[in-house]
């Protein structure tokens, strides 16, 4: 069946990095567009980016420009996150997705950014 399942979340401080990764299962995951997306307390789900089937096209939210990178290693059924210069406000519950609507994602990697 399919499976995502990320990983690499945590607790940083303001001005941190962190790298998230998503590990696909289940599907031909190099046919698919894939998606990061957000949810933090209180709030609606969130798109961050996403990266077309072959990696070299990327698309980013306003909020995520300049200091977050979407990659993938289509060998590897893996999608990744690069995140920079972290702010309080990126704290939420990453997922990565594999529709438009997120509605298929994983149960989540937990971000945490202390001021």
């Known amino acids: 069946q399919v499976q995502l399942v990320e990983s690499g979340g945590g607790l940083v401080q303001s001005g941190g990095s962190l790298r998230l990764s998503c590990a696909a299962s289940?599907?031909?995951?190099?046919?698919?567009?894939m998606r990061w997306v957000r949810q933090a307390p209180g709030k609606q789900l969130e798109w961050v980016s996403m990266?077309?089937?072959?990696?070299?096209?990327?698309h980013y939210a306003d909020f995520v420009q300049g200091r977050f990178t979407i990659s993938r290693d289509n060998a590897k059924n893996m999608l990744y996150l690069q995140m920079n210069n972290l702010k309080p406000e990126d704290t939420a519950m990453y997922y990565c997705?594999?529709?438009?609507?997120?509605?298929?994602r994983g149960r989540g990697t937990q971000v945490t950014v202390s001021s």
């Open positions: 997705a594999r529709n438009f609507a997120a509605t298929e």
């Open positions: 289940g599907f031909i995951f190099s046919d698919r567009v």
């Open positions: 990266i077309n089937e072959n990696g070299d096209t990327a």
